[in-house]
């Protein structure tokens, strides 16, 4: 696989002739011993162990890794079936897609058996952070959850019932009667997708490239194979692909591996292997013959070329290569494309796309270019670069940086277990999850010499599809390598050192109290510094700047969120190349945003490279140079942005709620304008404002900073005390407090022509803050009625039970400082559905005041909440930002500890109450944004 493009990119009736379930509390049930073999009770034989992870194979053909890392109190689960859009015949297009979706609705013994959860509520109710995906080779189901027995027993228990005993019914997925069910929710997905011009344009790129490969197909599907699905046909594909001898399943976290490895055996290796066979496909692309092309119309912002190349299979040494390859390309800001069409303003972005494939694969170089500038010129420009790299050959310098980064990206996904243990999904896409390390290791092997045979191998013109076809006398062909024997590959590897793994760390808000010191600087900046030994020995910072008073700050947004966006793009001493390969060899990931009012950096390094990480981000925040080509490209860069989502449904409704509780005057800091208004002021923005924004805005006498995870406490005081404890700047800071507006009951219908999906914002103000003593009851009101994850309210009529919308939910945004709260409702649907939708919303909502909540349904919205929280606290990036919030209102983790007391001691009278107190039916303001053209029709 392409192993660098995976790191950074980065849905009641028992199976017939199918004896096994297993019941909620893992207890597996026999219910015809006769089925099963002796042999499928065998014990499981371990396979092979490398760095850490170990494989073993059940008696009925399933295989099992397991990654015990006791360093977070998390388990994620990962269970992969080796089943795609690759696998799907005429007609079937869709159909892996459509069965992910079936596989959250209830099964034989999780929602249809009395008195147990169905998958979703069984996620929900253990805080899971999950999903699932569908792909060309594979689909996945992954969750990662709180480490305890309880959780894990339930969530294999729902695996194995979920394999056998689905009930694909068709009330499900389509009732003729109702007219309802998933099927509608899947097509809202594709629809949602056929309103991307560029994503569009891409999917076209690649159905023009295969004359009969299922690589060519969206993994969608066609809305004709969605919308007529054939029940009995999907059934089938069902029964012979989720079976345990196609199937993977992986485990990582705190757990006992001997405990674990018995308890999966026990639910999953009683399943019998069935008799069937799985054939394998055979369908191989023909070599391409001669350049291709494809042209698409639609409404859009801006638009796009892009050159799609056959590529060699994930497991082939040549798509390491490529990967690198693509890294040299399109890498900003050395990146030759970026180079050649950012710089240059023919494009205002450059990208590439590629997957993870088992056969043959394809990748696809884009260029996004402004609508009135010239596409010839971006084409001619984009093709001259990727065809012509014989003539100007790729140097040692670029390989070497795009080794760095790809090495950079590998490192910080070995110290995420739960990160690794999803990524290693596309792995088992490419033919086994040990390519992962192979891979690893080959690119230190990865020459000069290969790069440049890959760039004329694959980058030519009658291997390449783009826009038209010119005929050519003599051909030049890239014949592309099949797909390598991956187990003879993969036989006698042994990998590296295991990662070393940190303390096992309790995230309960007493212990990270606990654990914290609180200091700080001599010019006021505080510190909140949380040190335990890590995985890998990584450490996350987070250092925010607080910037101006709302006098200060009139009418200097725009130029505060170029400052912001400019820091890292070059220094007195560095050039913006320069600061990003530093970063690399550091191997830190960096992130800097903000604005006018402020700026947030952070940094996931570690331990060793923590203090010239520190020392590199202070010269970045303090020392800029502000380059006028940076800014000039930086200001094309980000009108574009905007003008490509000007067309969009999303875009318009949410700067059309921005505006409509937006109570500041034109020119405030955090005025609202309208989305052009919004590209004619960032147009407006001079170099010379920039660095002097900087100059009198910018210090720490106001900012907080925060560490958490492996780092010496006194040696990290002692050297932000050298960096930033006399920073100070020439323009003080005060909170800008803000006020509500009243905005009740409006409605407001926004035009999206030729778009095949609408959105519809519902918004609420409420004047509350984040101590209010109705806040806690607030909270879990919203989860059930449109918070919560798939299960909620909205969520269970508009989607479930209506099939309107793929995306339907509610959000609560309560602060902390000033009485300014914002609950808000959304739904993606087509444009002829939107008045059901809101109808469907406003009833719901009614029915919840009128009616109220239950007391089941508070039970396990608290259940949910509660943990998800759990999982929260283990993630170091986000605990540093929530500690390095809290220094600025002076708030400890004894608040965190105090709001799940509150939580947990609420009545359902009492959630009842503050909805109703605090949510007004006739108060909710509606905003629409579709193709008014389609609705009623």
Do not use: C
């Not at 480490?147 to 689905?166: F, H, I, K, V, Y």
């Not at 485990?251 to 799985?278: C, H, M, T, Y």
């Not at 490529?322 to 710089?343: C, F, M, N, Q, W």
């Amino acid at each position: 696989m392409k192993l660098i493009t995976l790191l950074m990119l980065s849905a009641g009736i028992l199976t017939p002739g199918l004896a096994f379930s297993a019941d909620p509390a893992g207890e597996v049930k026999n219910e015809a011993k006769s089925a099963m073999t002796k042999s499928a009770q065998a014990a499981p034989v371990k396979v092979t162990s490398v760095e850490g992870i170990t494989e073993y194979k059940l008696a009925n053909g399933m295989r099992v890794v397991l990654f015990p890392d006791a360093s977070k109190p998390t388990i994620t689960t990962n269970i992969i079936y080796m089943v795609g859009s690759r696998h799907e015949n005429y007609g079937e297009t869709g159909m892996a897609h459509l069965l992910e979706h079936l596989l959250f609705k209830p099964s034989a013994n999780f929602g249809i058996k009395k008195g147990t959860k169905s998958p979703v509520e069984v996620l929900n109710s253990t805080g899971a952070d999950f999903n699932g995906t569908t792909w060309y080779d594979r689909t996945n189901y992954y969750a990662t959850f709180p480490a305890n027995q309880d959780n894990l027993r339930q969530m294999l228990a729902m695996e194995a019932d979920r394999m056998l005993n689905a009930a694909i019914d068709q009330n499900d997925l389509w009732n003729p009667k109702t007219q309802k069910g998933e099927m509608t929710v899947v097509r809202n997905e594709f629809e949602i997708g056929e309103s991307d011009p560029i994503g569009v344009t891409t999917e076209r790129i690649q159905a023009v490239a295969y004359d009969w490969h299922n690589y060519g197909k969206s993994t969608i599907g066609a809305r004709s194979d969605i919308e007529q699905v054939n029940i009995p046909r999907l059934r089938a594909f069902y029964k012979k692909y989720y079976q345990p001898d196609n199937a993977i399943l992986m485990v990582a976290g705190k757990f006992d591996e001997a405990a674990i490895l018995k308890q999966v055996n026990e639910l999953f290796g009683r399943i019998p292997k069935p008799s069937r066979v799985i054939e394998p496909t055979y369908t191989a692309e023909p070599t391409q013959d001669g350049e291709r092309s494809v042209t698409v119309r639609r409404t859009g912002g801006t638009q796009f070329v892009g050159a799609g190349y056959h590529m060699a299979p994930s497991a082939h040494a040549d798509s390491n290569v490529l990967g690198l390859l693509s890294d040299i390309l399109t890498s900003a800001p050395s990146g030759r494309l970026h180079k050649a069409l950012v710089e240059t303003k023919l494009a205002t972005a450059v990208n590439y796309n590629t997957v993870s494939n088992l056969e043959p694969s394809y990748g696809i170089f884009g260029a996004i270019v402004p609508k009135e500038s010239n596409l010839d010129a971006a084409q001619d420009a984009l093709l001259k670069v990727l065809e012509n790299v014989k003539a100007q050959p790729i140097t040692q310098e670029e390989l070497d940086r795009a080794k760095q980064n790809a090495r950079k990206h590998i490192q910080l996904a070995l110290n995420d277990t739960a990160k690794l243990t999803i990524a290693l999904t596309e792995s088992m896409a490419a033919g086994d999850w040990r390519l992962f390390f192979l891979e690893r290791d080959q690119l230190e092997k990865v020459t000069l010499k290969d790069v440049q045979a890959a760039a004329e191998k694959y980058l030519k013109t009658t291997n390449r599809t783009l826009g038209r076809f010119i005929p050519t006398e003599t051909a030049d062909r890239t014949e592309v390598p099949s797909t390598p024997n991956v187990a003879s590959l993969v036989k006698d590897y042994k990998g590296q050192a295991v990662v070393a793994q940190g303390e096992a760390f309790d995230p309960s808000p007493d212990n990270i109290e606990a654990r914290t010191q609180r200091s700080a600087l001599p010019n006021g900046m505080k510190l909140a510094l949380l040190a335990k030994k890590t995985k890998g020995a990584t450490v996350s910072v987070n250092l925010r700047l607080r910037l101006g008073t709302e006098a200060s700050l009139q009418g200097k947004a725009e130029v505060g969120q170029f400052t912001a966006g400019l820091l890292n793009r070059g220094t007195e001493r560095l050039k913006r190349q320069e600061i990003k390969d530093s970063f690399d060899k550091l191997n830190a990931q960096v992130a800097i945003s903000g604005g006018a009012e402020g700026v947030t950096a952070s940094i996931t390094t570690t331990r060793d490279n923590l203090a010239a990480a520190l020392d590199l981000l202070a010269e970045v925040l303090k020392k800029p140079s502000f380059p006028t080509s940076e800014f000039e490209e930086f200001k094309l860069a980000l009108a574009g942005r905007i003008e490509q989502s000007m067309p969009e449904p999303q875009a318009q409704a949410s700067n059309a709620m921005g505006r409509l509780t937006d109570e500041t005057p034109a020119g405030h800091v955090r005025h609202v304008n309208t989305l052009p208004d919004q590209v004619a002021a960032i147009k407006a923005v001079k170099l010379e404002d920039v660095k002097a924004f900087h100059q009198n805005y910018y210090g720490t006498e106001s900012a907080t900073f925060s560490a958490v995870g492996d780092f010496d406490t006194n040696a990290l005081k002692t050297q932000l005390n050298n960096l930033f404890g006399n920073w100070k700047a020439k323009q003080s800071y005060t909170r800008i407090p803000r006020n509500m507006k009243a905005i009740a009951g409006q409605k407001i219908t926004l035009d999206t022509p030729d778009k095949a999906s609408s959105f519809l914002l519902a918004v609420h103000p409420i004047a509350i803050k984040d101590d209010a003593e109705a806040y806690p009851a607030l909270l879990m009101a919203n989860h059930m009625l449109g918070g919560g994850a798939l299960r909620s309210r909205l969520a269970d009529r508009i989607r479930q039970k209506e099939g309107l919308s793929y995306g339907v939910g509610s959000f609560l945004n309560v602060p902390s400082q000033d009485p300014v709260a914002l609950w808000a409702a959304y739904a993606l649907s087509a444009p002829q559905n939107t008045a059901k939708v809101e109808a469907a919303l406003r009833e719901e909502v009614q029915k919840a005041l009128s009616e109220g909540f239950t007391d089941a349904e508070l039970i396990e919205a608290k259940k949910g909440w509660k943990q998800s929280e759990e999982v929260g606290r283990t993630q170091d990036a986000g605990l540093a930002g929530q500690l390095a919030g809290y220094l600025a209102i002076n708030r400890t983790m004894s608040y965190d500890k105090a709001f799940e007391a509150k939580v947990a001691a609420l009545t359902v009278a009492q959630v009842n109450d503050a909805l109703r107190k605090l949510l007004k039916a006739d108060a909710i303001s509606v905003i629409i944004a579709g193709d008014q053209s389609k609705v009623g029709k």
